[in-house]
């Protein structure tokens, strides 16, 4: 479904993406995880098409959207449900605006039929009766089941979060997180998660994919991930529990022999 294929990344010298090579599964959630500034957000915009790679395919349905022009990567995008970091709502718009917005964009439907979309997907994210509201009135994690609504308006077979519960606390990340598998269990779309927090990631991963130094050093389920006796994969997780946020914290990826896949 989603194939990426030695892509490489820099910014000013900075080489932040590395030849990386991933294969996402259709419809399960896969997370991928690192730490933060490892380059997490950067790897999921080539996904969408917001960042182009230095080199390297990124394959979506068959196609390479590394080199498609910005016409045909729009048309592509529509495939994609995207919630963005800080959830993103039109700060001027009700909630109801948001989530009708990409409806009104891409599809010719009626005023009636928009409202009805609307009033289900806020339904869906366990949010009644709030149409009305500006995103300014609403909680944390209410706007990220406002973003989460937008992001799956329009049905996507792919759906993208970019550390959907970072900032929340621990009974809001709880209910995001059982709120991220149920829907994805009802839509049987496509999810990749990115996260820096090694608990959730257990909690909603069928894969996880383990970001480390611009490459995917280790994919494997959850069980495979807690119980793997590799040096490395038991350092990365360790790392990530202690919250360390330096890149070279003495792991190195030679150690490993995980092989990238
Ligand atoms: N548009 C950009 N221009 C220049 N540098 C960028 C840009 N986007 C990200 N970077 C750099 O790439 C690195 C990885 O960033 P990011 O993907 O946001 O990390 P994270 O894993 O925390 O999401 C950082 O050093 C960041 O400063
Ligand atoms: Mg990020």
């Known amino acids: 479904m989603i194939k990426l294929i030695k892509i490489s990344k820099s910014f000013n010298g900075q080489k932040v993406l590395n030849e990386l090579d991933l294969d996402i599964d259709p419809e399960e959630i896969t997370v991928i995880i690192g730490q933060s500034g490892g380059g997490k957000s950067v790897l999921l915009k080539h996904?969408?098409?917001?960042?182009?790679?230095?080199?390297?395919?990124?394959?979506?349905?068959?196609?390479?959207?590394?080199?498609?022009?910005?016409?045909?990567?729009?048309?592509?995008?529509?495939?994609?449900?995207?919630?963005?970091?800080?959830?993103?709502?039109?700060?001027?718009?009700?909630?109801?605006?948001?989530?009708?917005?990409?409806?009104?964009?891409?599809?010719?439907?009626?005023?009636?039929?928009?409202?009805?979309?609307v009033n289900d997907k806020l339904n869906l994210v366990g949010l009644d009766n709030i149409t009305h509201k500006m995103p300014s009135e609403l909680s944390g994690g209410m706007r990220k089941?406002?973003?989460?609504?937008?992001?799956?308006?329009?049905?996507?077979?792919?759906?993208?979060?970019?550390?959907?519960?970072?900032?929340?606390?621990?009974?809001?990340?709880?209910?995001?997180d059982r709120l991220i598998v149920s829907i994805q269990k009802r839509t049987k779309a496509t999810f990749v998660v990115i996260?820096?927090?090694?608990?959730?990631?257990?909690?909603?991963?069928?894969?996880?994919?383990?970001?480390?130094?611009?490459?995917?050093?280790?994919?494997?389920?959850?069980?495979?991930?807690?119980?793997?006796?590799?040096?490395?994969?038991?350092?990365?997780?360790?790392?990530?529990k202690a919250g360390v946020r330096d890149q070279g914290s003495g792991v190195s990826s030679q150690e490993s022999g995980v092989r990238a896949c």
């Open 47 to 117: 996904i969408i098409g917001l960042i182009r790679p230095d080199s390297g395919q990124i394959i979506i349905d068959g196609v390479d959207i590394a080199n498609l022009n910005d016409k045909k990567l729009t048309e592509t995008r529509k495939k994609f449900g995207m919630l963005f970091q800080d959830a993103a709502l039109f700060d001027s718009m009700t909630v109801g605006e948001n989530v009708a917005f990409p409806l009104k964009e891409h599809t010719q439907l009626s005023g009636k039929e928009i409202n009805k979309i």
């Open 195 to 240: 996260s820096h927090d090694i608990e959730s990631t257990f909690m909603i991963a069928h894969k996880i994919a383990m970001l480390y130094q611009g490459k995917i050093v280790a994919v494997g389920t959850p069980d495979e991930i807690r119980s793997s006796n590799n040096s490395f994969v038991r350092r990365f997780i360790k790392d990530l």
């Open 145 to 176: 089941r406002v973003g989460l609504a937008r992001a799956i308006a329009l049905d996507p077979k792919i759906i993208l979060f970019d550390e959907p519960t970072t900032g929340l606390d621990p009974i809001m990340r709880d209910s995001i």
